[in-house]
T-cell receptor
Framework: AQKVTQAQTEISVVEKEDVTLDCVYE???????LFWYKQPPSGELVFLIR??????QNEISGRYSWNFQKSTSSFNFTITASQVVDSAVYFC?????????????FGGGTRVLVKP | NAGVTQTPKFQVLKTGQSMTLQCAQD?????MSWYRQDPGMGLRLIHY???????DQGEVPNGYNVSRSTTEDFPLRLLSAAPSQTSVYFC?????????????FGPGTRLTVL
């Protein structure tokens, strides 16, 4: 069985502070995908990143960066110089790499509140 | 492309009523799925389909039925609504080739069962 844990339920920061969201996962598969999604107050789910288990390189996209450590089963997400528009719920998710039966397992989400 | 569309956006049902949540995508994606989102629990998979005529159960399938007669449509049926089914429902689609890529989510349907 797969499991994703986001221990931080809510984080509050002041604008321009950095914020790191933790994600720890459990899976018996040796190959898998990891994802991060953003859910702003409007409710839609916005895809941020997909990372496969073969690739442990960290990734940076603008103010966003991701730190994947297979040894600790973690896939953490950092927002640098946060902005009010970053206020949202962020979900980490895990899936198997198979042609059929792909299923996303989500963590409980972390609500980020960025105050001006 | 309209992407993934869901109707209705909001729905209120009484206990015992049945209804169908509609989901359609115009991206020719093989894989479609339904999730429910409850506070503090993230999204949980209800049912999924890897192509027309093929469906399977996810993590929380009880009380829901699905069918996939076309590539485009994947309706979710509530047979006899219960208050425990009050939730936000998301439909998603993704191409299968190359492994599970970005899942495109619909805007969601907020369902309240009284």
């Amino acid at each position: 069985a797969q499991k994703v844990t986001q221990a931080q339920t809510e984080i509050s920061v002041v604008e321009k502070e950095d914020v790191t969201l933790d994600c720890v996962y459990e899976t018996r598969d040796t190959t898998y995908y990891l994802f991060w999604y953003k859910q702003p107050p409007s409710g839609e789910l916005v895809f941020l990143i997909r990372r496969n288990s073969f690739d442990e390189q960290n990734e940076i996209s603008g103010r966003y960066s991701w730190n994947f450590q297979k040894s600790t089963s973690s896939f953490n997400f950092t927002i640098t110089a946060s902005q009010v528009v970053d206020s949202a719920v962020y979900f980490c998710a895990l899936s198997q790499i198979k042609a059929a039966g792909n299923k996303l397992t989500f963590g409980g989400g972390t609500r980020v509140l960025v105050k001006p | 492309n309209a992407g993934v569309t869901q109707t209705p956006k909001f729905q209120v049902l009484k206990t015992g009523q049945s209804m169908t949540l509609q989901c359609a995508q115009d991206m020719n994606h093989e894989y479609m799925s339904w999730y429910r989102q409850d506070p503090g629990m993230g999204l949980r998979l209800i049912h999924y389909s890897v192509g027309a005529g093929i469906t399977d159960q996810g993590e929380v399938p009880n009380g829901y039925n699905v069918s996939r007669s076309t590539t485009e449509d994947f309706p979710l049926r509530l047979l006899s609504a219960a208050p425990s089914q009050t939730s936000v429902y998301f439909c998603a689609s993704t191409p299968i080739r190359g492994g599970l890529g970005e899942q495109f989510f619909g805007p969601g349907t907020r369902l309240t069962v009284l």
